[in-house]
């Protein structure tokens, strides 16, 4: 069984800037693509990043040149830098591991912008 589990979600002001971590444990973390999810009220899940076991990248056009997303493989880690939020960037944030052992998602951490 994978467990993810996402943390540095809050309220920050427009422009300002938070980091999202996402922890996975009980899987060879490794063989997994990692991504991150959003999720605002009304509104479907929509991929943010992704990131895949070589460290290849791709984005969203929405978070292009602000969001960066990593992985620490030795951590059983994946990041999201979040830099220049925008009030539209609110949403709830998942963190996803996909490989062919499986699909899993974690519970979400809170992101809010204000204006």
């Known amino acids: 069984q994978v467990q993810l589990v996402e943390s540095g979600g809050g309220l920050v002001q427009a422009g300002g800037s938070l980091r999202l971590s996402c922890v996975a444990r009980?899987?060879?973390?490794?063989?997994?693509?990692m991504g991150w999810y959003r999720q605002s009220p009304g509104k479907q899940r929509e991929s943010v990043a992704r990131?895949?076991?070589?460290?290849?990248?791709n984005y969203a056009d929405s978070v292009k040149g602000r969001f960066t997303i990593s992985r620490d493989n030795a951590k059983n880690t994946v990041y999201l830098e979040m830099n220049s939020l925008k009030p539209e960037d609110t949403a709830v944030y998942y963190c996803?591991?996909?490989?062919?052992?499986?699909?899993?998602w974690g519970r979400g951490t809170q992101v809010t912008v204000s204006s």
């Open positions: 009980g899987t060879l973390f490794g063989l997994y693509a």
């Open positions: 996803n591991a996909d490989a062919y052992l499986g699909n899993y």
């Open positions: 990131i895949t076991t070589d460290g290849s990248t």
